[in-house]
């Protein structure tokens, strides 16, 4: 049973009752049962707190209301004892679009969330910090991009040079796989080339897509960019 904290000296204003909430739900074994699976954290549900506070703001003559605008959430407590004295909480909606769930799902999953923050926050029950318990983000090497979706292949470069093939490699005039253009990109991309500059740099150098490339040109133009140095001209032909 929750503990009932009395002012002897006069009635409780609804700011003395709702610090005397905090202080109660304070000396409550309140459990974390919610588990986020993907951050690898607990945290609070409706059922692990709601109990709690209904009991204490019984006791002490308090009522929660929440309602919900166009982009507020609001929770309003009131002291029964004089309705009129009232303390309102607020928080700025977010837009709630959980795969898989219809628009009314996601309106109730919203709503669910926003009970859940504003009754915490009135009341001070501190939960894990879900932001600091993500994984942290590694720094993403910058991609180097000329997007030019006009451009028109022109022939073979005359500068162009067929060096002698690397043992164990095959230089037969079968068309590249879809297999092989990905690891082309991806290796570009490693090198700090996008998509698009692959795409120009090959129709401007062989005089063709990349999809119609061989597999010498192709063995050409990914040895090309797994050489490529920090620094180098980007637009040094295929060597």
């Known amino acids: 049973m929750a503990e009932t904290i009395v002012n002897n000296d006069k009635k409780m204003n609804v700011y003395q009752k709702i610090s005397n909430a905090r202080k109660l739900l304070q000396k409550e074994s309140l459990k974390q049962t919610g588990h986020n699976k993907f951050a690898g954290y607990d945290y609070f549900t409706l059922d692990d707190i709601v109990p709690a506070i209904v009991n204490i703001t019984c006791s002490l003559g308090l009522l929660t ?3 919900f605008s166009n982009n507020t959430a609001i929770l309003t407590v009131f002291d029964c004892d004089n309705p009129s004295d009232v303390v309102e909480f607020e928080s700025p909606i977010s837009e709630c679009a959980t795969k898989g769930l219809n628009p009314i799902q996601n309106l109730g999953s919203m709503q669910t969330y926003m009970r859940r923050y504003l009754l915490m926050l009135a009341f001070e029950i501190v939960d894990t910090d879900s932001v600091d318990n993500q994984p ?28 002698t093939p690397p043992p164990n490699t095959s230089w037969t005039d079968k068309v590249v796989t ?5 690891r082309l990109y991806a290796i570009a991309k ?3 080339y996008d998509f698009n500059h692959v795409r120009n740099h090959v129709g ?11 597999q010498r040109d192709y063995d050409l133009v990914v040895n090309h960019y797994q050489n490529l140095g920090a620094g180098e001209d980007e637009d040094l032909p295929f060597n």
Not at 136 to 157: G, H, I, K, M
Not at 178 to 182: C, L, M, V
């Open 178 to 182: 879809e297999k092989q253009i990905k």
């Open 65 to 67: 209301r929440i309602s």
């Open 204 to 214: 401007r150098e062989l005089g063709m897509p990349v999809e119609q490339i061989n």
């Open 136 to 163: 942290q983000q590694q720094p993403q090497t910058p991609v180097r991009s000329r997007p030019d979706a006009n451009f028109e292949p022109s022939p073979r470069s005359a500068y162009y040079t067929t060096p």
């Open 190 to 192: 490693g090198a700090g």
